[in-house]
Antibody, heavy 122, light 106 residues
Framework: QVQLVESGGGVVQPGRSLRLSCVAS????????MHWVRQAPGRWPEWVAF????????YYADSVRGRFTIARDNFKNTLSLQMNSLRPEDAATYYC???????????????WGQGALVTVSS | DIQMTQSPSTLSASVGDRVTITCRASQSLTNWLAWYQQKPGKAPRLLIY???ILEGGVPSRFSGSGSGTEFTLTISSLQPDDFATYYCQEYNGPWTFGQGTKVEIK
């Protein structure tokens, strides 16, 4: 079965960095585009970043562009999110998410990890 | 950016009720819309995609309809396991989610 397991969450001071990782199993990782989605407490999910199947294309939400970097290693079946210059408003649960395969240029999200909690506080 | 507006934000209902949630987009999505269910402390779960296609394993009491800018999620007969928060999501643009509809026990 499809499994996405995030790690790397924790408490970090404003301005510092944190790196999240996601290990994928149960499917051919290199065949799927992947995303990071975050959800602050009591809020709705917010898309953060996208990476294409080969890692050659990536997009970011305006709120994180220039500070966050998404990457993947198709040999190790891992997805990562390097988060720099963290702000209090970046505090959230971060989900590793698989995008369903589709003939359209974008698709919905068919599998989510359990999430990694990031707290930004001094 | 595309704005997604769900209504109502909270819905009180009883087991067996028919429940309808509406999602409106600020621009046409054709039918590139998904619905998710989320329970406290859990990740969202895909229910419906392409506005009306039921994801495998999702009970048939869930259905979706609509196109363009207006969409609905209907639960034909609410069950105890359905009390949760529901989100719509567009994927014609930057994967924007609605603000959610919490279905609570009346």
């Amino acid at each position: 079965q499809v499994q996405l397991v995030e790690s790397g969450g924790g408490v970090v001071q404003p301005g510092r960095s944190l790196r999240l990782s996601c290990v994928a199993s149960g499917f051919t990782f290199s065949n799927y585009a992947m995303h990071w989605v975050r959800q602050a407490p009591g809020r709705w999910p917010e898309w953060v970043a996208f990476i294409s199947v080969d890692g050659g294309n990536y997009y970011y939400a305006d709120s994180v562009r220039g500070r966050f970097t998404i990457a993947r290693d198709n040999f190790k079946n891992t997805l990562s999110l390097q988060m720099n210059s963290l702000r209090p408003e970046d505090a959230a649960t971060y989900y590793c998410v698989r995008e369903a395969r589709s003939d359209f240029y974008r698709s919905h999200f068919d599998h989510w990890g359990q999430g990694a909690l990031v707290t930004v506080s001094s | 950016d595309i704005q997604m507006t769900q209504s109502p934000s909270t819905l009180s209902a009883s087991v067996g009720d028919r429940v309808t949630i509406t999602c409106r987009a600020s621009q046409s999505l054709t039918n590139w819309l998904a619905w998710y269910q989320q329970k406290p402390g859990k990740a969202p779960r895909l229910l419906i995609y392409k506005a009306s296609i039921l994801e495998g394993g999702v009970p048939s009491r869930f259905s979706g309809s609509g196109s363009g800018t207006e969409f609905t999620l209907t639960i034909s007969s609410l069950q105890p396991d359905d009390f949760a928060t529901y989100y719509c999501q567009e994927y014609n643009g930057p994967w924007t989610f609605g603000q959610g509809t919490k279905v609570e026990i009346k």
